[in-house]
């Protein structure tokens, strides 16, 4: 079965410092991966996904992710945090082989990131 | 482009009693879901549709809820009744067509907060 594991609740970063939150995987075949952020009451926005190809991934608001194959991991980076960046960030994967809907996300706990000043 | 509208953004309700839910997705998005976020867990899939058809609702609780999209465009959600654990946050995502479904990242509306009390 697919899982997604964030192993941490809470990452504290001081502002221009880089960051990372993690995450681990479980799928059957090659993995979909994808991260979102969450802003207080509003909904996902997509950052970034790994499909194929180069392992680091680059997306929105400078933000990157690598993916390690070897230890199912997709952590998100960031070289210098802003406290804009404070928000509740999820990873999810899809399993192109699941046998079920060929378009069923499925998210991690959550990771809240907190960048102090 | 507009984005995925979602309303009302807040209901409070007595347990045992109904309520619904409405979704208007990105415009040509053939593929439309509900997910449900609990406070501090990820978003979790209650039922996908693909143009009006249902293609996974195998995480939907029947008993009580109901969901349609009868002209393959907008959505409603329903909960009938609802319970105290039925409180949470309700997403609607959208995403491109099938063919592009793997690669597509989800794009979410901003949630219909639910209290049940």
Do not use: M
């Amino acid at each position: 079965a697919q899982s997604v594991a964030q192993p941490e609740d809470q990452v504290n970063v001081a502002e221009g410092n880089p960051l990372t939150v993690k995450c681990t995987y479980s799928v059957s075949g090659n993995p979909y991966l994808f991260w979102y952020v969450q802003y207080p009451n509003r909904g996902l926005q997509f950052l970034l996904k790994y499909i194929t190809g180069d392992n680091l991934v680059k997306g929105s608001y400078g933000f990157e992710a690598e993916f390690n194959k070897s230890q199912t991991s997709f952590h998100l980076k960031k070289p210098s945090a802003l406290v804009s960046d404070s928000a509740l960030y999820f990873c999810a994967v899809r399993d192109p082989y699941y046998g079920g809907s060929q378009g069923n996300l499925i998210f991690g706990k959550g990771t809240k990131l907190s960048v102090k000043p | 482009e507009a984005g995925v509208a979602q309303s009302p953004r807040y209901k409070i309700i007595e347990k045992r009693q109904s309520v619904a839910f409405w979704c208007n997705p990105i415009s040509g998005h053939a593929t439309l879901y509900w997910y449900q976020q609990i406070l501090g867990q990820g978003p979790k899939l209650l039922i996908q549709f693909q143009n009006n058809g249902v293609v996974d609702d195998s995480q939907l609780p029947k008993d009580r809820f109901s969901a349609e999209r009868l002209k393959g465009v907008d959505s409603t959600l329903k909960i009938q009744p609802a319970k105290l654990e039925d409180s949470a946050v309700y997403l609607c995502a959208s995403s491109a067509s099938p063919g592009l479904a793997y690669n597509s990242p989800l794009h979410f509306g901003n949630g219909t907060r639910l209290t049940v009390t």
